[in-house]
């Protein structure tokens, strides 16, 4: 499976790693693994996203090594020779950082676990049986033989810590709790490494949840939860765009549910996050408005007004409950 990956870093000396707007965990510590992977080996790597590293994932970096994109680095992305992209199903999902690409124009290889990812690098490794990016990672750090340092094993147990809810949702395969152990045999701290990142809130995050979970509605018998975020809620709690990452699961112990929808205003647009807990699966729906992801986890970014989408949105998360998901 590695073979070509392996010819791509054997021809290249300076690459370029990137992964989708708005990173997450598993997107940050698949970025870190693999660009410590290869420094292992000889050769530079240059960590770029759109987005800043989420305040709660800085303790992965502490030297800052991730940078956010902007036009100054375009002279340094030309100088790297090939590219990797990660934990990511199109370009279109790396905001300034995909143009930025194509404009210097390396080799590019992906490697990622979305089922919807079309193959649209030079080489690909997709599989979207990989609970997190962060698992096929893994495999190519032991494939290319480099030492698993502690490094790179936090930066792993957090990808796959995080994809799958800390080992809680059903992509939860033998093959995670193996790796997990492989990496906890290596250093990795679970402990440290759940309250690093889940137990560093600031109040103004906790406000913004009262806030938000004060707009939650059932639909469907309740077996659909609904609820929003307005940029207003920001401003009255002093909370940030990054304390409104990660809110979509709160309705999920609610036993009835098996729907999760989650409208959020960004930047003149609405996020739509999708959640099925044990319903239909919610990546074509996402797919019909122009969104994409997982059976069980998917998102859309939409325009219009944050009523009418969550109207439009409610109704066809009804009419797939109705079908059976079908
Ligand atoms: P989120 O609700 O942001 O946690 O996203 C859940 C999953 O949906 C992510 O892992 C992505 O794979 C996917 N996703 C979210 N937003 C989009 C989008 N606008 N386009 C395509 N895929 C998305
Ligand atoms: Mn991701
Ligand atoms: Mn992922």
Redesign the pocket.
Known sequence: MWDEVRTFIDEHDSFLVTT?I?P?G?AIGSELALARALRKLGKRALVVNEHPTPRTYEFLDPDGSIKTYTEDLDDRIARCTGAFVL????L??LGNVGPALERAGPPTACIDH?K?NGGFADVNVIDPRAASTGELIYDLVRALDVPVTRGIADALFIATAT?TGWFRFPNTSPRVHRMAADLIELGVEPARIYAAIHETDRWERMELVKRVLGTLEGAADGRIAYFYLTNAMLEETGATEEDA??L?DLPRPIEAVQLIL?FRETRGKI?????SKDGPPV?TL?GKY?????AR?????MEGELADVMNTIVDEAKALLDSGGR
């Open positions: 989708h708005f997450d598993d934990d990511v199903g199109s279109e999902r979305h919807t994809d990452e990660e979509t989650f996020k739509v996050s999708m959640r990546d996402a122009g969104g994409g992801g997982h986890a998917a998102g859309i970014l």
